[in-house]
């Protein structure tokens, strides 16, 4: 179930650092986004959301920044753990509709 | 905790065949969607389907496929006529109280097509 396309970005961190993972999104009207874990033969698993009345939200470990002005949203993972090591992609959503529009995913290694 | 099903995992089938994929959504929901992933691509929205009826579909989504609640627990995704394209990993989703941006869809497994 992921995504292993030969142009998949890949972060590779070590363990225990700081993982900071990047979309760009083309859609000004977007006002909704998520930030999706997928591991291998799974599908996507919702990690943090974020409005776009909002620029930080913070979760467990990870934190969404959002960039309204340049389009742009991170996903920032603290203290990295093997069990993280995944593709991630985020997706975002219009007026409440029915659509998420999902970006092309990285993939995160993460190094013991 | 609650979890989407879907069934089969696999199915590898004849280029013109017709396909069902199955799911079983999170029993309380009341939204469901399909979504596919064509290998090395992204994920993309196909349909929506809200009370009896398709609310949202995308341009993928023409008339070789169809969505259908048969009964009070499954919706099933059918593709008419497979064509090599159609290969991909096909995600159900289901929701309990609105759309993608209340923060509550939920992501089965996948099923993966091989369309041969």
């Known amino acids: 179930g992921e995504s292993v396309g030969l142009h998949l970005p890949t972060l590779s961190v070590q363990e225990g650092d700081n993982s900071i993972i990047n979309c760009a999104y083309s859609n000004s009207a977007s006002d909704y986004f998520i930030w999706y874990k997928q591991e291998s033969g799974k599908g996507p698993q919702f990690i943090i959301d974020?409005?776009?009345?909002?620029d930080k939200r913070q979760g467990q470990r990870v934190t969404v920044l959002l960039n309204k002005t340049v389009k742009h949203l991170s996903l920032q993972i603290a203290a990295t753990q093997p069990g993280d090591s995944a593709v991630y992609f985020c997706a975002e959503n219009v007026d409440a509709g029915n659509m998420l529009t999902f970006g092309g995913g990285t993939r995160l290694m993460v190094k013991p | 905790e609650p979890e989407v099903t879907q069934t089969p995992s696999h199915q590898v089938t004849q280029m013109g065949q017709e396909v069902i994929l199955r799911c079983v959504p999170i029993s309380n929901h009341l939204y469901f969607y399909w979504y596919r992933q064509i290998l090395g691509q992204k994920v993309e929205f196909l349909v929506s389907?809200?009370?009896?009826?398709?609310?949202?579909k995308s341009e993928i989504f023409d008339d070789q496929f169809s969505v259908e609640r048969p009964d009070g627990s499954n919706f099933t995704l059918k593709i008419r006529s497979t064509k090599l394209e159609d290969s991909a990993m096909y995600f159900c989703a289901s929701s309990a109280s609105g759309g993608p941006n209340t923060g509550e869809l939920f992501f089965g497994e996948g099923s993966r097509l091989t369309v041969l």
């Open positions: 389907f809200y009370n009896n009826e398709i609310s949202e």
């Open positions: 974020i409005r776009s009345n909002m």
